[in-house]
């Protein structure tokens, strides 16, 4: 073609916000003038780059690159755009403006292009693909590793030159299976109570902090929580699948169901544990959701980065607010503790003597904090066992039959959900509870529906209110136990909670060492 040669062309593409892709039309106008290349609309630094590897990519590919004036417009313009995923729209745009090219069909387009005109894979390919079928287009993309999605086609480009024959692959999607988890709880002798504590956490969705000497056992029982666990759903697959995409992590185990375990270190910043950074990526908190987040040492943490789960593990999402608005992330997951009662480890121990001063106890016991402490479930002391039992491993209580009663809970629920039996009358002890706790019913109700669910009897509402003035229970600390409590009825296919349901959620709320 001449260098005189002028047009427009324009492609959808999309650029990530959160966990969601956003429409994003690339609008090219090649047109006489001197040489140069713009790119505008709100582009950040990773895209004002993408001027040098697209003109790299156009001439391996044995294109012409024009000679002349160069815009190229990202719209809408009010929405900050970041990525390198607008490469290869930008420089398709620009071969059919030049009409080098000619393109088919409606795409949306994504893709980085390496100097020799190849395409790599770019972080989000299934928000992506949702954008795509919210548009009722296909979406065309480097190869990659994704799922079906009812609705949308995902064809694949290798290289830049694969356009002039318009001839691209339809993607071929892996089948997931539900794979079990490889560790099991048979590996641990002993630890009965911390092992149905597991049992009503996995059924419940309820936290957990153990609190033992170092070698109790603590992090072999976390890392086995995700072997009792129910497998994902179809829907919770895609909501974990595509935050781990947008992350850039591993989504396999997520595809194959496996319910996501997260273990950051306690050096982990603010950001790296909630979200954040310049565009805003999701944090530890939300690469768990719909898993669990495994927090080990955790007194260790940054007490400012600690606190900042209280919301999450309050609302299921984490909320980050920029200058050019609020980015959403979903954080729904279980939470699992573990820490140390002192500095030494040994406060409590029945075998090694603590050398802590009761200061430094204090002290280290207090980078926890009690808002965070009183929105986790149970507390538990974990303590050693026997080395006899130690070497015996694989007698114990296995997965297999602890997720009996996780499932059977779980599907009782569902059972008593839809079919509440005197849901309108309220006994009187309930609504003294329900009056006492006022403070923190949701708008919902969702507070006032634990309450009835548990249909406490007269006697057995005294007994939980004589409990909760005894210990300074806070009016949320009462809700934990009660929804405990239910659980622990559900495991059991009881529709009230009885005296021994609460006197055991009790047992796991109330602490010794901590």
Request: glycine share 8%; aromatic share 6%; charged share 25%.
């Amino acid at each position: 073609m001449s260098n005189t040669e002028s047009g427009r062309y324009s492609i959808l593409s999309a650029t990530l916000r959160g966990v969601q892709a956003i429409p994003v039309d690339v609008e090219v106008s090649v047109y006489f003038g001197m040489p140069s290349f713009n790119i505008v609309g709100m582009p950040d630094t990773s895209i004002q780059e993408s001027k040098e590897r697209i003109r790299s990519a156009i001439k391996a590919s044995g294109f012409t690159m024009p000679d002349t004036r160069i815009v190229a417009n990202l719209a809408p313009g009010s929405i900050r755009k970041s990525g390198s995923g607008f490469d290869l729209p930008i420089a398709v745009a620009i071969l059919a403006a030049t009409k080098q090219i000619e393109i088919r069909g409606n795409n949306l387009i994504v893709g980085e292009l390496a100097l020799d005109g190849s395409i790599r894979d770019v972080p989000g390919i299934l928000a992506h693909l949702r954008c795509a079928k919210s548009c009722k287009s296909n979406l065309l993309s480097p190869p990659s590793d994704s799922v079906y999605m009812e609705g949308v086609e995902q064809l694949s480009v290798s290289h830049l030159r694969d356009f002039l024959s318009n001839d691209f692959k339809i993607t071929k999607f892996k089948k997931t299976e539900n794979k079990n988890y490889d560790l099991d709880f048979s590996d641990i002798n002993g630890h009965d109570m911390a092992k149905r504590a597991m049992q009503i956490s996995a059924c419940g969705n309820h936290g957990i902090l153990m609190v033992g000497p170092p070698g109790s056992g603590k992090s072999m029982l976390a890392s086995r929580m995700p072997s009792i666990l129910p497998p994902l759903s179809e829907e919770e697959k895609m909501e974990s699948a595509v935050i781990h995409s947008v992350a850039g992590a591993d989504m396999s185990d997520v595809l194959n169901g496996i319910r996501p375990f997260r273990s950051p270190h306690h050096s982990a910043t603010l950001a790296g544990l909630i979200g954040g950074g310049q565009p805003a990526k999701p944090g530890e908190v939300s690469l768990a959701h719909n898993g669990v987040l495994y927090m080990d040492e955790l007194a260790e943490f940054n007490p400012h980065v600690l606190q900042g789960i209280r919301q999450p593990m309050e609302t299921g999402s984490v909320s980050i607010t920029r200058s050019d608005g609020v980015v959403n992330f979903p954080a729904k997951f279980s939470l699992i503790a573990a820490s140390n009662p002192c500095p030494c480890g040994y406060y409590g121990d029945s075998q090694y003597e603590c050398k802590c001063s009761p200061r430094q106890i204090q002290n280290y016991q207090s980078k926890i904090g009690g808002p965070v402490l009183d929105r986790i479930d149970m507390h538990l002391d974990i303590s050693r066992i026997d080395a006899s039992q130690v070497l015996s491993t694989g007698g114990g209580t296995s997965s297999d039959e602890l997720r009996v009663g996780v499932n059977s809970g779980i599907e009782f629920r569902k059972w008593r959900s839809r079919h509440d039996i005197d849901n309108q009358n309220k006994n009187v002890g309930s609504e003294v509870l329900d009056k006492k706790c006022r403070g923190f019913k949701s708008k919902s109700g969702a507070m006032s529906r634990l309450v009835n669910s548990c249909k406490l009897s007269d006697s057995d509402f005294r007994f939980f209110e004589e409990a909760s003035s005894k210990n300074n229970m806070s009016g949320r600390g009462i809700m934990r136990v009660l929804s405990v409590a239910r659980t622990i009825a559900d495991i059991e296919q009881k529709e009230k909670v009885n005296h021994d349901h609460l006197c055991e959620a009790l047992a796991y709320r109330l602490r010794e060492h901590l």
